[in-house]
């Protein structure tokens, strides 16, 4: 695996509770292509996954979808297939047929050009998916060879419909050219309008690409070669390449003209003309054939049905009869006695001969061995018992065996039904139950490692149980092997030995639980659900730190351990610092109000000018607030204060 492909963060992340990303496929403009697991239907698909950069522009989410509905609209076996559309989070993806091979962009840079029937081949199927498109009203507007897939098992198929239209929305926005520079056709470039004969246009300079290994237009800057596709005409392709037949360098010409009405109409029109240009070159395409397109490999009639080829009449020859006279008949009477006396011969040595083979075959050939009998799921003794009523000696040899229970056979060597002689000696493998495996530490590695390690081990995972930890996000954090004839689970996490076809638990860390200390109670609450913890309750408690009506702490989870998904809790908000009461000094003197207050905790205000006289001739005769009423420590307390006496 590249370096890229490990720092992928998608790669083992399971979207939408469905898909498992396995590998990266390929990288586009607008989206990456991974290879995933469904594990609802336990089948191989492409992610195409939208670069997250994009997910907010509505112009890029609706080609997005677009690519789903157009070719959720196709029913044909060369155009792929599309399965699913949906988002996660804030990743919007596409579910598409997975092919594995190549890009005819990937063949063309290996091979250069293509032999005259491989592009009939590749043609062939691509105008029979796009005569589909077609049909339906759906104009792909980005046709080149990156789109085109060419799978291991022969099948040809166009996909990426993300610029895909119906042909009654085919107007590109201001002066914005959507597709390739290469293959755009030239009203695309003049008046930015595309429909079935655009798509046409860029088959046609797929095709002169294919035959002579080069694009017809080239040029530093893209409208250079803009203005090529509006200005010039595209050459034979037999200019470059003498091998081409004429018919090819018609049909190039024909799907390349500048104005849209002298091309074929659609790409069902050019398959017509492509399947009359295979007859008159003899050329058959190897690939599958859509059953539907209207277009039959000969003439088919008025009724439209497909030309039968009808086996010739056998004629036999008429016989001859010949007037022989008596000395020819008498020569071919000779010859019949002659010939029948040496059959007799034959006959009489081939007896002999059969009798002598007969004797070697029983006595010391073939026929003096005996088969070995199918002994498997015997105990030992039985199986030694049906060797030895064969004359066979049955010796015990201990294997390892998953599907056999202990104590029975597996199979012998050699193996059921092979030949010995008589009292040889055959190997009776006898199961001594699952091997033993020793996993070295597993907690601290990413889930899929461990899951591979331990299915490579034979021991069967099955779903994870997540929590939230100090450890980071996708490690498991705790291993549970449950042995296969029952009992208590026994901890992996660090080191064990189990036996294969045990199962194992994994416990795999959702990394720290998302703080809510200091939250509104509303983002405290919001968090939580996000992370799969559910607000049960909420509780107050004043507090000198935190604010009022912000969270001072969520509750312990209960029974203690690591937060799970599912699991509920209590916030505690702060109703502000706490209230106390104020002490009464009315009646007290200056010092001794003072100091009744500032040891309760509170400020004391008055007049500076009372500090000249004596403590003992003042006397406080009210105070701000009241003595008894409740305030926040640190609150100033304001005296009133007279002279005694």
């Given at each position: ?5 490990q720092?992928?963060?998608l ?13 990266r496929i390929?990288?586009g403009g607008?989206a ?8 609802r239907l336990?089948r191989r ?5 939208m670069h997250?950069?994009l ?5 890029f ?7 789903a509905r157009?070719?959720?609209r196709?029913?044909d076996?060369?155009?792929v297939?599309?399965?699913?559309q949906?988002q996660?989070g804030?990743?919007a ?6 092919l594995p091979?190549?890009?005819l962009?990937?063949?063309?840079k290996?091979q250069?050009r293509l032999?005259v ?13 796009l005569?589909a498109a077609?049909?339906?009203?759906i104009v ?22 993300g610029l895909?239209?119906a042909?009654?929305a085919n107007?590109?926005?201001g002066a914005?050219?959507?597709g390739?520079?290469a293959?755009l056709?030239p ?11 655009s798509d046409i246009?860029?088959?046609?300079i797929m095709?002169y690409?294919?035959?002579t290994g ?14 090529q596709?509006a200005?010039?005409?595209v050459?034979?392709p037999?200019a470059k ?10 049909l190039?010409?024909?799907s390349?003209e500048?104005?849209p009405d002298?091309?074929?109409l ?13 007859r ?6 190897q690939?599958?054939r859509?059953v539907e397109?209207g ?6 009639g008025?009724?439209?049905?497909l ?6 009449a056998?004629t036999?020859?008429?016989?001859v009869?010949e007037d ?12 019949r006695?002659s010939?029948r ?10 007896l002999t001969a059969l009798a002598?083979?007969?004797?070697w075959?029983?006595g010391?050939?073939?026929g003096?061995q005996?088969?070995v009998p199918?002994v498997s799921?015997?105990t030992?003794a039985d ?13 015990e ?5 998953l599907?056999?229970d202990?104590?029975?056979?597996v199979?012998t ?6 030949r010995l002689d ?5 190997a ?7 091997a033993?495996?020793?996993?070295s530490?597993?907690?601290?590695k990413?889930e899929?490692d461990?899951?591979a390690?331990?299915?490579a081990?034979?021991i ?8 939230y930890t100090?450890?980071d ?29 045990d199962?194992?638990t994994?416990r795999?860390?959702l990394g ?5 200390r200091d939250?509104t109670?509303?983002?405290?609450r919001s968090t939580l659900e996000a992370?799969g913890i559910?607000v049960?309750?909420?509780?107050q408690?004043?507090s000198t ?5 912000r969270?001072?702490?969520m509750?312990d989870r ?8 599912g699991d509920r809790?209590t916030?505690?908000?702060?109703s ?5 009461p104020v002490?009464?000094v009315v ?9 009744a207050l ?15 006289w004596p403590d003992d001739?003042t006397?406080?005769?009210a105070?701000d607030?009241?003595?008894?009423s409740?305030?926040?420590r640190g609150?100033t ?9």
């Amino acid at each position: 695996m590249s370096t890229s492909q490990q720092t992928d963060p998608l790669i083992g992340r399971l979207v939408d509770g469905r898909y498992r990303v396995r590998a990266r496929i390929a990288r586009g403009g607008m989206a990456t292509v991974y290879v995933a697991t469904d594990l609802r239907l336990e089948r191989r698909i492409a992610l195409k996954v939208m670069h997250g950069h994009l997910s907010d522009d509505s112009v890029f989410q609706s080609r997005f979808i677009q690519e789903a509905r157009a070719a959720a609209r196709l029913a044909d076996p060369h155009v792929v297939n599309v399965f699913d559309q949906g988002q996660d989070g804030d990743m919007a993806y596409l579910v598409m047929e997975y092919l594995p091979g190549i890009t005819l962009r990937e063949l063309l840079k290996e091979q250069r050009r293509l032999t005259v029937p491989q592009a009939i081949s590749i043609m062939d199927a691509i105008l029979s998916g796009l005569a589909a498109a077609h049909r339906a009203g759906i104009v792909h507007r980005d046709v080149k060879p990156e789109n085109v897939l060419l799978a291991e098992d022969g099948r040809i198929k166009i996909g990426d419909f993300g610029l895909a239209r119906a042909t009654t929305a085919n107007t590109a926005t201001g002066a914005q050219l959507l597709g390739t520079i290469a293959y755009l056709a030239p009203e695309l470039v003049t008046r930015g309008t595309a429909d079935a004969r655009s798509d046409i246009y860029a088959l046609g300079i797929m095709l002169y690409e294919m035959l002579t290994g080069e694009q017809p237009y080239k040029g530093e800057q893209p409208m250079q070669i803009a203005y090529q596709h509006a200005t010039d005409s595209v050459p034979r392709p037999s200019a470059k390449n003498p091998g081409v037949p004429e018919q090819l360098d018609e049909l190039v010409l024909w799907s390349t003209e500048k104005l849209p009405d002298d091309r074929p109409l659609d790409a069902r029109e050019m398959l017509e003309r492509l399947r009359e240009i295979e007859r008159e070159l003899g050329i058959t395409p190897q690939v599958a054939r859509t059953v539907e397109t209207g277009i039959t490999r000969e003439d088919s009639g008025a009724s439209g049905e497909l030309t039968k080829v009808l086996p010739a009449a056998v004629t036999a020859p008429s016989a001859v009869i010949e007037d022989v006279d008596n000395t020819s008949r008498l020569r071919q009477a000779t010859r019949r006695r002659s010939r029948r006396g040496a059959s007799i011969l034959v006959l009489v040595l081939l007896l002999t001969a059969l009798a002598a083979g007969a004797g070697w075959w029983f006595g010391s050939g073939p026929g003096s061995q005996v088969a070995v009998p199918d002994v498997s799921g015997l105990t030992f003794a039985d199986a030694q018992t049906a060797l030895a009523q064969e004359s066979l000696i049955g010796v015990e040899e201990g294997v390892y065996s998953l599907e056999v229970d202990t104590g029975l056979v597996v199979d012998t060597d050699p193996a059921a039904g092979a030949r010995l002689d008589k009292d040889a000696e055959v190997a009776v493998r006898v199961s001594l139950g699952p091997a033993e495996v020793t996993l070295s530490a597993l907690n601290g590695k990413p889930e899929d490692d461990v899951r591979a390690q331990l299915e490579a081990a034979r021991i069967a995972v099955g779903e994870s149980s997540t929590y939230y930890t100090d450890a980071d996000a996708g490690v498991v954090i705790g291993v549970a092997v449950t042995p296969r004839e029952g009992g208590d689970a026994v901890e992996c996490g660090e080191e064990c030995t189990v036996h294969e076809g045990d199962s194992a638990t994994l416990r795999v860390s959702l990394g720290p639980l998302p703080s809510v200390r200091d939250m509104t109670e509303s983002d405290a609450r919001s968090t939580l659900e996000a992370a799969g913890i559910e607000v049960a309750s909420v509780s107050q408690e004043a507090s000198t730190e935190i604010a009022e009506g912000r969270v001072i702490y969520m509750t312990d989870r209960e029974g203690g351990g690591s937060w799970r998904p599912g699991d509920r809790t209590t916030l505690v908000v702060s109703s502000g610092p706490p209230l106390f009461p104020v002490p009464d000094v009315v009646g007290m003197t200056r010092d001794g109000a003072a100091g009744a207050l500032r040891a309760e905790g509170f400020e004391v205000n008055y007049s500076a000018l009372w500090n000249v006289w004596p403590d003992d001739l003042t006397e406080v005769t009210a105070q701000d607030p009241e003595g008894s009423s409740m305030r926040v420590r640190g609150t100033t307390v304001t005296l009133q204060i007279t002279v005694t006496g």
